[in-house]
């Protein structure tokens, strides 16, 4: 049985839906983020299981029991907010020992717990120090600690790496997931960091106005992608307008208006003439000289008009004959790759046949 | 030439003396120097028909008289703890209705603030007046009860808004964590609400406590003959008994006990806040 329940839910703001007709189920042990662009109802959801809400329409379960008319206080789950929300007139031990005291648990085992906690997040010697004494990153800690410490049966964790710099923010990711690993406790963690929610998943729920676009593990969401929101929200992509020219079984023909035929894979039974879009990685994507010939079932050739060179990789924007532009990433590491094509220099994108995927509209 | 690197400071140095010295001399002049004719008319002899004797008479009669008679200790006692509870009242009173105000959405809040300003409009005796006109049918006029009733309508907007300055800073995102880690409304309130709002309760307390300690008009309309206070005390020293040296004295204790009181609870403040978070 699934810990988490949503069905159905949908919550409505002075006219407009926030939320709409939601149905998520959230296994124990489970690290699941809402991923989506501000506004897109994945907050709403959070508060809504925390109990600062409740939908119009629905239920949320935990463990099988509807936790419909639980006050936030009576439900077995913690939430780390956004601002962390530390009480700034405790100090670092007196935040961790809150939810311990709330519960009523004897002096001895507050000390310990709050002891074991804070050498979890690394922050023993910070015990006595107040918020304010405290840098981004280790506010950031004691709101993890004070949130894991009472070991909730969930804990929720809004946006909590939004405030950190970039380098913090990959540190803590690093951690959050360690972490994570080591209390068991299932995580509902909310971002609009596409990075941030494919790095630390198991399982994403990908949300556009108040409704989830797909749900799926981070490297099937980013493979196969289900539509052009999610292709396109999820990583670096090229779309490509596209009409189906002929299927049969798993091979595929798509048309590109002004350039010609793509191969490509779909298991699906796909009616010819249907329209949709073609999804391709800029990594799956080669460049060769437009006089190279490469041993793959998609050639097109194009010239360079940009190129960034990123250290690990070069990024080319490549256009093709129909004006569309084609990012293409190169790794640089690549035997034969100390040469680069120029901007202007005539090349030849190529890829796999089963190197993109079809999206239906 | 050796001395051009210091030129720049040189202007700012300048405004900043430019800035400070007319407050400087202003308190100087009329605070300072005020309270040091009043601590050296205690030490000097009445005059016949009031004010001082001529210079160079001089003696601590008035201090060996103030402390030579239990009345004054008794009115000051009584003084300080008609303050106290007036201070006490108003917290009581003004700490809903601060918290409310500051719950309101922004646009009423001005409005409830304006409010809470409005008797200021009209004159304080008129207003004390006006509580005659109300006690007086009910049998209340001319007793303690009164007296506390004046001081604390008079003086709770001083409570009010520094209670509510503090309130409306407070974090929303505070009280869902600690509702969200398990505490009540009423252990969200003593746990996070009420610490949180102590400076807001202190520099009310303030406000209302020290004034209260020398109000005589509200005394003087509203309560009885045994109802007198320091500030009835000095006053009277003053313009009725014409006797300035004992009524500086007066005011000279009444300064000091201020003082020492607000020093020590502010000390008191410093300490409590940090002794009770280091046990944790």
Sequence with gaps: MALLEIRNITRRFAGFEAVKDVTLSIAAGEFFTLLGPSGCGKTTILR??????????????????????????????????????????????????????????????????????????????????????LSGGQKQRVALARGLVNKPRLLLLDEPLGALDAKLRVEMQVELIALQREVGITFVFVTHSQQEALALSHRIGVMREGRIEQCDEPDKLYTQPTNRFVADFVGRINLMDVEVAASSKVLLKLKAAGLGEIAATDPRPIAVGERGAFALRPELIRVFGHRESADLKNRFEGRVKELLYLGDVTL???????????EALMPNAASGRAKFHEVGDPVAVCWRQDAGVYLRN | MPKLEVMPAAPVDRSKWVVTLPPTLFLLAFFLAPALIVVAASLREPGEFGGLAPWPAHSFDAYRFLFGDIIYLEIFVRSFFVAASTTLLCIVLAYPLAWLIARSPARRRDLLVLLVILPFASNFLVRIYAWIMLLGPANLLYTPFAVIAGMVYVHLPFMILPLYTNLEKHDPALLEAAQDLGASAWTCFWRVTFPLSLPGVFSGSALVFIPVLGMFAVPELLGGTGDILIGNLIKEQFLENRDWPLGSALSIMLTVAVLALAGSAAWAARKGLHGTEAVT
């Design chain 1, 48 to 133: 809504m299981i925390a109990g600062f809400d409740a939908p119009d329409e629905g239920d949320i379960l935990l463990d099988g029991q509807s936790l419909a008319g639980v006050p936030p206080e009576k439900r077995p789950l913690h939430t780390v907010f956004q601002s962390y929300a530390l009480f700034p007139h405790m100090t670092v031990a007196g935040n961790v020992a809150f939810p311990l005291e709330m519960a009523n648990r004897s002096r001895d085992e507050i000390r310990r717990r709050v002891a074991e906690t804070l050498a979890l997040v690394h922050l023993t010697d910070k015990a006595a120090q107040f918020p304010h004494e």
């Design chain 1, 316 to 326: 080319y924007k490549v256009e093709l004959q129909n004006g569309f532009i084609v």
